[in-house]
């Protein structure tokens, strides 16, 4: 049985590239629209030596016909019922914002060992971002640029402990 780690997060902060950059094939779509992706999305991700599934949280980009929370919160939920550990992307150029702040308290309270990354911070743009995600309180953010491929030795150090 493959170890499983769910990649969740609010729409637009990276999730997608990360699950590409993880499974090296674009299986999942990236885009700037909302609206690109349905469901949850599976794939076989390769991190070092590390072998694990990956489930890329698509869908919550469609928020037409229910609220955005009201998607997030049930796909994340069944992500996270899924998932072994839960990779929590934050968007370290837009901040900390309150659906972040709602998802942090659903994972918290889901028991499963939760990995905090503020993604997009290559370079300076990300500083302010990355430190906000402290007050998660889901201990210490990893940097991470999904795009650019860095920060992906520290979340296989961090993911080599939980697998
Ligand atoms: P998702 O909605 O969370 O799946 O996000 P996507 O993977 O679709 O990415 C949303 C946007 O953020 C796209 O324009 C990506 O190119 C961009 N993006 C993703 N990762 C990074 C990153 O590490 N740095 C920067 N600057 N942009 C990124
Ligand atoms: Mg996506």
Redesign the pocket.
Known sequence: MSFVLA?V????????????RLVGKKL?????QPG??RDLREGAARLGDLRFTVI?T?G??DATDDSLQGRMRRLSERAVEMADAVLF?I?A?AGITPNDTLFGDILRRSGKPVILAA?????R??EAGYFEAYNLGLGEPIG?????G?GMAELAVVLQDLI
């Open positions: 990649i997060g609010r729409p637009n902060v990276g999730k997608s590239t990360l699950f590409n999942a779509l990236v885009d700037d690109v992706t890329d698509a919550l980009e992307l968007d150029r993604n997009k911070a290559e370079g743009a990300g991470l640029s999904a795009e650019h860095e």
